[in-house]
C-alpha cells in the first residue's frame, strides 16, 4: 500500500470547492469546520483552508507547454483517467493544457491533463500506459 499523502490549499470558496472536489471531482468528503473541509482525494487526505489563494504566477516549459510550477494532482489507471477527462470536458472545464499523450510510443509514455480548480489552484491528472515506468528515465 501507497502511504496516503496530506495536503492541505487555500481556497476563497467553501461552497464552491464542495462543489468541484465533491461534485464534479467525486471525492468524499470527511470533517469539516466553517473555514476548512476534509476530502478523500483518491485515497489521499486533501483539505481545502479558506485563505487566500497561491495564484499561478510561474510556468515551466515542459514539451512547449507551459506547466504551473505548482500543481498537484493524482497518477490513475489508464481507463480512469480517459473517464475523468470525459467527464471534465463534459462539464466545460477549461484546461490549462488539454487532455492529451506524451512520449507515445516511447517508455514512460503517459496522458496527461492540467485544470484549474475555482480558486485558481492547479491540478494535473496523469496515467501511465506501463505504471511500471512511473519513474522510468
Not at 467525486?26 to 479558506?50: I, K, N, Y
Request: charged share 20%; proline share 6%.
Amino acid at each position: 500500500m501507497v502511504q496516503p499523502f496530506h495536503l492541505a490549499v487555500p481556497v476563497d470558496d467553501l461552497a464552491a470547492a464542495r462543489a468541484f472536489y465533491g461534485g464534479l471531482m467525486g471525492c468524499a468528503e470527511g470533517r469539516s469546520s466553517p473555514t476548512w473541509v476534509d476530502f478523500d482525494f483518491f485515497g489521499h487526505q486533501f483539505v481545502v483552508h479558506l485563505g487566500t489563494p497561491a495564484g499561478q504566477a510561474d510556468t515551466n516549459d515542459v514539451d512547449g507547454k507551459a506547466v504551473p510550477s505548482f500543481h498537484y494532482g493524482v497518477v490513475l489507471e489508464w481507463e480512469a483517467w480517459h473517464d475523468l477527462a470525459t467527464r471534465l470536458a463534459a462539464a466545460e472545464v477549461e484546461f490549462v493544457i488539454e487532455p492529451g499523450i506524451r512520449f507515445e510510443g516511447e517508455v514512460g509514455e503517459q496522458a496527461t491533463m492540467f485544470f484549474l480548480d475555482p480558486a485558481g489552484n492547479a491540478l494535473e491528472f496523469k496515467a501511465f500506459k506501463d505504471p511500471s515506468q512511473l519513474f522510468a528515465k
